[in-house]
């Protein structure tokens, strides 16, 4: 049973800068890919960035490049997201996610981006930007 416990998420000022952290448990952590995706109010969940499983590849939204950065450390089975130069617009819930596949191959990296290709969830965070 995989477990994905977020954490980090708050109330900040424009500008300002946040760090989520994911605990997760139940699969060998380093042999999956992790990623973060977000929901505002009123709209559907959209990806935000991921980290392959070999640690080697990084994929952003546009929305959070230049501004966000992933990062997961395999010793302690957590990945994060730094999120800086935060705007009103970054305001949603946070979710992480595991990606479906043991040490899985990707050929497109356009795969990433997509809820399905993720099969555990955590509870989400909540980020909220004010202006």
């Known amino acids: 049973q995989v477990q994905l416990v977020e954490s980090g998420g708050g109330l900040v000022q424009a500008g300002d800068s946040l760090r989520l952290s994911c605990a997760a448990s139940?699969?060998?952590?380093?042999?999956?890919?992790m990623g973060w995706f977000r929901q505002a109010p009123g709209k559907e969940r959209q990806f935000v960035a991921a980290f392959s499983w070999g640690g080697g590849s990084k994929y952003y939204a546009d929305s959070a490049k230049g501004r966000f950065t992933i990062s997961r450390d395999n010793a302690n089975n957590t990945v994060y997201l730094q999120m800086n130069s935060l705007k009103p617009t970054d305001t949603a819930v946070y979710y992480c996610a595991q990606r479906k596949g043991r040490r899985r191959v990707t050929y497109y990296s356009s795969s990433y981006y997509h809820q399905d290709e993720y099969d555990a969830w955590g509870q989400g965070t909540q980020v909220t930007v004010s202006s």
């Open positions: 139940g699969r060998s952590f380093s042999d999956y890919a």
